[in-house]
C-alpha cells in the first residue's frame, strides 16, 4: 500500500554463546492444503510504469525465511487484535468499521475488538491543515506517536487506528493512505479516500472491500509478512488506489503459511468461514477465489 513505512530492522547481535548453540527451529513439512491452493495462485505479471513492483525492486520473502525471522506470536497475554476509530462516523461507515472487525477476526482467527471512537479533538491546531484540496487532514505521526503508541488495551497484539479525516506524514506530502509502526503493532489509516467523497450504498462494497485489503495487509506487516513479489495476493505492495481496487483480496498459499505457521489457526475452517462472509456481504470477487481453494481441498 503506498504508506510510509516505518520499518525498523532488528539487527540480531547475540554475544551470548549459550544462544549460539541453539540449534535452529527446523522448518515444517509444507501441509497438503498449501500444496493444493497452490494451484490457485495466479503468478504476478511483469509490472509496468505505476505498479509498485515497477518502482520498488523488492525481492520477496520466502516462507523459510519468514520463519526464520522474528516476528510477534500470539501468546495468551498477547492475542486480541485491537481497532480504534478516530473521528465521528455515519451510520454506513460504523456499519463498515463493524464488518472489518468480523472480517479480520477470521483472516486471522483471532478475537477481534473496536474501541470507543475517540474525537478529532485529541489532535491539536498544530498538527491539522486544510490541504490542497480544500479538506481538512491530520498529522497521520502525531496520531500514531501521540494517540496509539500509548494506548495498551488489554491482551493487544495489534492496534489499528481507523481515521475518518484525510492524513498527511509531513508538510510537503499531498496526502497518505496510513502510516505504521511495525515495531509497535500499531498502524493508523484514513477512510477518507476510500469512499471517492461520499460513502452511498453504491460504492459500499468497493469502498469496503479497499479497507478489507489495506487493513488485512497492514495487520499482515505487524505479523512479519514482507511484500509478496510472486503471485496474487493482497501482501503485493500497491502503489495507488486503483492497483489496490485490481489487487487480490486473497493471500498466497506462501503467505497463508507464513501466517499458519505463526497462529496456528485450522486453514479448512477459516477458509469456510472467509467464503461465507464473502457471500454473506456480497463481495464476489473474494467468494470466487473462496470457492475456488475449497474445490481443491475436497
Ligand atoms: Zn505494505
Ligand atoms: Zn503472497
Known sequence: MKIIIIFLLTIFCSCNKEKAKETPKEIPKEAPYFQQIKSNDV????????????????????????????????????????????????????????????????????????????????????????????????????????????EKPLNRIALMGLSELDLFPQPSWNYVFGLASYQNKVGVSSIYRFQDNKLTSENFNLCLSRILKTSSHEIGHMFGLHHCTTADCVMNGTNSLSETDKSSIRLCAVCQRKLNSCIQYDNKKRLTALEKYFERNNLTDGLDLMKKDIVVIQ
Open 43 to 150: 503468478k504476478l505479471g511483469e509490472p509496468v510504469y505505476g505498479d509498485w513492483l515497477f518502482s520498488h525492486k523488492e525481492k520477496g520473502q520466502t516462507f523459510e525465511q519468514y520463519f526464520r525471522s522474528k516476528h510477534i506470536i500470539p501468546t495468551k497475554d498477547s492475542n486480541v487484535i485491537y481497532i480504534r476509530p478516530i473521528g465521528s462516523f455515519n451510520a454506513l461507515q460504523k456499519k463498515q468499521i463493524e464488518l472489518l472487525n468480523e472480517y479480520l477476526s477470521i483472516f486471522f482467527q483471532l478475537e477481534t475488538k473496536t474501541l470507543e471512537s475517540v474525537s478529532n479533538n485529541i489532535v491539536p491546531a498544530s498538527a491539522r491543515r486544510i490541504g490542497n484540496e480544500g479538506n481538512e487532514q491530520l498529522l497521520a505521526g502525531y496520531l500514531l506517536d501521540s494517540v496509539l503508541k500509548k
